[in-house]
């Protein structure tokens, strides 16, 4: 078991690269599968999860070549199987993305039932409730979703609530259906508008990805492409607010401002500046920064992918804030840790109210997921003395190489594997 050593006190100041987005490389390998020629994927996030969909896209006899680690090669033409492993589901719940793609491409799929996960209950109905609309029988067996159609058919769809998953597990079916699709109540996330992207640039019909109502034509086929993933929001966040914590000055370059609106304005109601150009953004927070109110919602909203983060920053803020939880009904699960580091917060219902402290103090703690856990290393960079992050295999799901680009920003920290390693590090900082 690898953890985070971090000596925290030292202000993060340098610029830093962000690579391409997780969320949106996982749908867009997914969809790769449904053309029966070379795509090449380019900016892709070397990370954990990543790689396990690689396994998944294998799995079923597609023809993967990992050109270099941000590279890779997929071929459809020789897929054998319709069946996704539990194996995979179990590591990464994303893998559904293969029934849209599978479906789309040849009106069959099966895949494993995702269960829970760390941040609460993740039902699939929409996902399931979209592809009936298209025409699926869709059956829950054996821990299994079997979804078949003779043929899918255009249709209009309405999604109950906004849904990044099933946006896109539906309209990557729909982008092989015969005839005209709406998808109405569509998640607008950036990664929505990237997948949709991808596929046009496959050959498929969409229109209106960004909006709320997304319209797709159907095509018969998918060709090859080249395209090249979009820069990881989340991951960019992540050192924005690393910055803030830290009171530092970061330039946090290869990145699209606009998908970063609702963080910066958070950023500039603490008092931070950030100053925006074309495709970097630098944070400078000197002053100590004030308290505010964030709810997460669906983009344009604050992101529930940085809410911890959030709560970090606020921990250590003048004054009393709170934070509303209104996507996933367990996210709140580091506040524990976060309180074993000094934090003062109470959780009631769905929202934390922070009162901030002067400073965090360094401790033992558990990442209890992948962005609390990277929200936990900003409270270690920020604290007086050691903190040591256990469990980091979820922050290893979705941030690549976050100690070394750190470390590039000045800050200490180490990943270690023993508790002598960790004793070797306390010798050398102290
Ligand atoms: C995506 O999850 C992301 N994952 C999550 O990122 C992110 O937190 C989330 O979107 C919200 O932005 C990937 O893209 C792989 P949703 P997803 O469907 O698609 C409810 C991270 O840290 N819902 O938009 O599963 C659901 O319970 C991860 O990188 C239904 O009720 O999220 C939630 O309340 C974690 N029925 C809300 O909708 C459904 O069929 C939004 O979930 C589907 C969802």
């Given at each position: 078991m690898e953890q985070y050593v971090i000596k925290g006190g030292n202000p993060l100041v340098g610029e830093v690269e962000i690579g391409g987005a997780k969320n949106a490389a996982l749908a867009i390998l997914a969809a790769s599968i449904m053309a029966d020629e070379t795509v090449t994927i380019d900016n892709l996030p070397d990370v954990r999860d990543i790689n396990v969909l690689l396994g998944a896209i294998k799995g079923i006899g597609a023809i993967v070549e990992r050109v270099d680690a941000h590279t890779v090669k997929i071929n459809g033409?020789?897929?054998?199987?319709?069946t996704v492993d539990y194996e995979y589901i179990k590591k990464i719940?994303?893998?559904?993305?293969l029934l849209g793609a599978l479906l789309g491409k040849y009106k069959k799929a099966e895949v494993a039932l995702p269960g829970g996960c760390d941040i609460g209950s993740r039902p699939i109905d929409l996902h399931l409730k979209g592809f009936r609309a298209l025409g699926a029988k869709v059956d829950i067996q054996h821990g299994l979703i079997a979804a078949e159609a003779e043929h899918l058919k255009g249709t209009h769809i309405y999604l109950d609530k906004v849904s990044v998953g099933a946006t896109i597990n539906i309209m990557m079916a729909a982008a092989m259906a015969e005839g005209k699709t709406i998808i109405e109540n569509a998640a607008k996330e950036p990664h929505v508008v990237d997948v949709a992207n991808f596929l046009n640039s496959m050959g498929a019909g969409i229109r209106g990805a960004g909006t709320d109502v997304i319209r797709i034509v159907g095509v018969e086929k998918l060709h090859k492409t080249e395209y090249s993933i979009i820069p990881d929001q989340i991951e960019a966040g992540t050192f924005m607010f690393a910055a803030a914590a830290t009171r530092g000055d970061v330039t946090v370059k290869n990145v699209i401002p606009k998908h970063l609106e609702a963080t910066t304005a958070k950023l500039l109601e603490v008092g931070c500046e950030v100053e925006e150009f074309d495709d970097a953004v630098r944070v400078v927070c000197a002053k100590p920064m004030n308290h505010t109110q964030v709810t997460t919602l669906?983009?344009?909203?604050?992101p529930t992918d940085m809410q911890p983060q959030m709560a970090v920053i606020l921990g250590i803020a003048q004054g009393t804030s709170t934070v509303t939880e209104?996507?996933?009904?367990?996210?709140?699960?580091y506040v524990d840790e976060l309180t074993r580091m000094g934090a003062t917060i109470k959780v009631e219902s769905n929202i934390a109210i922070i009162t901030g402290v002067e400073k965090y103090t360094g401790a033992r703690v558990s990442a209890p997921d992948l962005r609390a856990g990277a929200a936990l290393v900003i409270a270690g960079l920020a604290a007086e003395g050691i903190t040591i992050v256990d469990d980091i295999y979820y922050i290893e799901r979705g941030y690549e190489h976050f100690e070394e680009k750190l470390a590039s920003l000045g800050a200490q920290i180490e990943k270690v594997s023993s508790e002598k390693e960790i004793q070797k590090f306390t010798l050398k900082v102290s």
């Open positions: 033409s020789t897929i054998s199987g319709m719940r994303a893998s559904y993305y669906p983009y344009p909203g604050f209104s996507i996933f009904e367990n996210r709140f699960k």
